[in-house]
């Protein structure tokens, strides 16, 4: 009998199948809707945790003035100093800002907050806290470079000093330079914020990875750009107030908006756990 005898029949392919990945087991984060009432919200959840614990809330704003003073003094003597401290202030700000969050997660769970507890929380989230601050600080050179790109277009001449700076931001004549350098600062502004708004309690509160916190940010921004945009406007606006008598403001102003950042994450992202197996 041969291969192309009748009788023998070749067996039937198997039918295709798609790929259906498994139910998650873990819980996922669901962005809530928001109103432009909430961040008003949150300052005065903050003010009130601020309150509670107010001697562990000026440790922290005294740290974030001694920052502001350190970069405005660099700025004034050795413009071009600026990006390297203002790294090196994005590289411990954010591990301070935990240490505030942690207060208000104690405050929440009803724990009594520490500073001990506060200035040490990180160290379980160091590999994620050190992941995005790297993404922070790559971002931030990035708006260094594109920014030093912005300035060698427009001043063909050099750059100019700390002086010409702000005369070229004032001067009617360089409003072109002044509309593309805010552009490109806007849109990496966004970047930064839109990465950083909640990623950070997020990595306290459930010790993900710094990649997935980033994402679920962003997302939060996607989800809510109108309340979230609004929230970002008010966080400048308090800082600029809070720097207009040489930085002192940041004392109580600091350490607020850390306490606000966390309940700005505790209000926009709901965590939905996986449903039970059959």
Same mark, same amino acid.
């Given at each position: 009998?041969?291969?192309?005898?009748?009788?023998?029949?070749?067996?039937?392919?198997?039918?295709?199948?798609?790929?259906?990945?498994?139910?998650?087991?873990?819980?996922?984060?669901?962005?809530?809707?928001?109103?432009?009432?909430?961040?008003?919200?949150?300052?005065?959840?903050?003010?009130?945790?601020?309150? =509670?614990?107010?001697?562990?809330?000026?440790?922290?704003?005294?740290?974030?003035?001694?920052?502001?003073?350190?970069?405005?003094?660099?700025?004034?003597?050795?413009?071009?100093?600026?990006?390297?401290?203002?790294?090196?202030?994005?590289?411990?700000?954010?591990?301070?800002?935990?240490?505030?969050?942690?207060?208000?997660?104690?405050?929440?769970?009803?724990?009594?907050?520490?500073?001990?507890?506060?200035?040490?929380?990180?160290?379980?989230?160091?590999?994620?806290?050190?992941?995005?601050?790297?993404?922070?600080?790559?971002?931030?050179?990035?708006?260094?470079?594109?920014?030093?790109?912005?300035?060698?277009?427009?001043?063909?001449?050099?750059?100019?000093?700390?002086?010409?700076?702000?005369?070229?931001?004032?001067?009617?004549?360089?409003?072109?330079?002044?509309?593309?350098?805010?552009?490109?600062?806007?849109?990496?502004?966004?970047?930064?914020?839109?990465?950083?708004?909640?990623?950070?309690?997020?990595?306290?509160?459930?010790?993900?990875?710094?990649?997935?916190? =980033?994402?679920?940010?962003?997302?939060?921004?996607?989800?809510?750009?109108?309340?979230?945009?609004?929230?970002?406007?008010?966080?400048?606006?308090?800082?600029?107030?809070?720097?207009?008598?040489?930085?002192?403001?940041?004392?109580?102003?600091?350490?607020?908006?850390?306490? =606000?950042?966390?309940?700005?994450?505790?209000?926009?992202?709901?965590?939905?756990?996986?449903? =039970?197996?059959?």
């Amino acid at each position: 009998m041969t291969d192309s005898d009748p009788a023998i029949k070749p067996e039937p392919e198997p039918a295709y199948r798609p790929y259906v990945p498994p139910p998650s087991t873990v819980p996922q984060a669901v962005m809530r809707p928001l109103g432009l009432l909430d961040p008003l919200r949150w300052l005065r959840a903050g003010a009130r945790d601020f309150g =509670a614990a107010p001697g562990i809330g000026l440790f922290y704003g005294g740290c974030f003035w001694a920052m502001a003073l350190v970069l405005g003094l660099v700025f004034r003597n050795r413009p071009e100093y600026v990006m390297s401290i203002a790294s090196g202030c994005l590289l411990l700000g954010p591990f301070l800002a935990m240490g505030l969050y942690e207060v208000s997660r104690r405050r929440e769970q009803g724990m009594a907050p520490t500073l001990g507890a506060s200035a040490t929380c990180w160290e379980p989230h160091l590999r994620s806290m050190a992941m995005l601050v790297l993404v922070l600080i790559v971002l931030e050179l990035l708006w260094g470079r594109a920014s030093l790109v912005v300035f060698a277009v427009f001043f063909n001449t050099g750059m100019p000093s700390t002086t010409g700076v702000v005369q070229a931001i004032f001067n009617p004549d360089n409003l072109d330079f002044v509309g593309v350098y805010l552009l490109v600062g806007g849109l990496f502004a966004l970047l930064v914020y839109s990465t950083a708004v909640v990623s950070i309690p997020m990595i306290l509160d459930r010790d993900t990875d710094a990649i997935s916190a =980033a994402i679920t940010s962003i997302r939060v921004v996607a989800a809510n750009p109108i309340t979230m945009g609004w929230w970002g406007a008010l966080i400048a606006l308090l800082i600029a107030l809070a720097l207009l008598p040489w930085g002192a403001g940041l004392l109580v102003v600091g350490p607020v908006l850390g306490h =606000a950042s966390w309940h700005a994450y505790r209000g926009a992202v709901r965590w939905q756990e996986p449903p =039970a197996a059959a």
